[in-house]
């Protein structure tokens, strides 16, 4: 007998004491009969630990789900000629994204859907909120004014900009690369191309000075005139003048 107490008492102990939650906590506070404020307390302690166990499983889903999300096709060209010279680009558009970032989002428990505010006169506000399936969400917002751009009437601006808002709100709060999408309106400064007005003034000068086409593209960076730059007219203008000059001296 004192054999067996003997050895029983000098086995090691191998089994590790499992880690006790905070709803574990409140269960045997609750069976022993532990006061009001005690529970309390402890049901503050297990909101608090879902809220951070929620917080935890959403980051690294979407650290699993980023590291899934291939590059995204463009799929779209937007070319048009207006007031504020020609713009030229392509992206891919919200189905395109949506199409390819959904499986992947839905299989690590994410989801995202969007808050809208257009108030008359007022800037459009669009909220991206992607949500784990755990509770846990964040959000990001981003505010602009309704797409003149084109022909559109007023409720296609709206409908324009709601969905550009959509998209670059999505990719931003995924963490994709707003350096891979190449719109952003190209019509503000210094990267509109030339209208189509400016163009035929360009090839009008390029006729007069008897100018190569192909060289003086190439002295402009561009595969085409139409490929010219707001901010590079003036020196399309002066290079060309300068040899219409020159040919007037030439032929006087």
């Excluded at 007998?1 to 506070?29: C, F, G, W």
């Excluded at 299989?107 to 459009?124: C, D, M, V, W």
């Amino acid at each position: 007998m004192n054999a067996v107490a003997k050895t029983i008492e000098h086995e090691p102990q191998t089994t590790a004491l499992a880690a006790i939650t905070p709803m574990e906590m409140l269960d045997r506070a609750i069976t022993s009969g532990a006061s009001v404020e005690t529970l309390e307390k402890l049901m503050s302690l297990q909101e608090r630990w879902e809220k951070n166990q929620a917080r935890k499983a959403f980051d690294d889903a979407m650290a699993a789900a980023k590291a899934e999300i291939p590059v995204i096709s463009k799929n779209r060209t937007v070319d048009f000629t207006s007031s504020k010279g020609r713009t030229h680009y392509r992206h891919e558009d919200l189905a395109e994204v949506a199409r390819t970032v959904n499986p992947i989002l839905s299989k690590h428990g994410l989801s995202y859907r969007f808050k809208t505010q257009s108030a008359p006169n007022e800037p459009i506000v669009v909220t991206c909120i992607v949500s784990h399936r755990l509770g846990y969400f964040e959000e990001n917002t981003l505010t602009a004014g309704r797409d003149d751009s084109g022909n559109k009437n007023h409720i296609q601006q709206i409908g324009s900009t709601l969905t550009y808002l959509q998209r670059m709100t999505l990719k931003a709060a995924l963490g994709l690369a707003a350096a891979e999408d190449d719109d952003g309106h190209k019509s503000e400064a210094g990267t509109a191309t030339i209208s189509e007005d400016q163009r035929s003034k360009v090839l009008a000068k390029i006729e007069t000075a008897e100018a190569d086409i192909v060289k003086f593209c190439e002295y402009m960076g561009v595969e085409a005139v139409a490929d010219i730059l707001v901010a590079d007219l003036p020196r399309a203008f002066a290079v060309l003048d300068k040899k219409i000059e020159k040919k007037g001296q030439a032929n006087g």
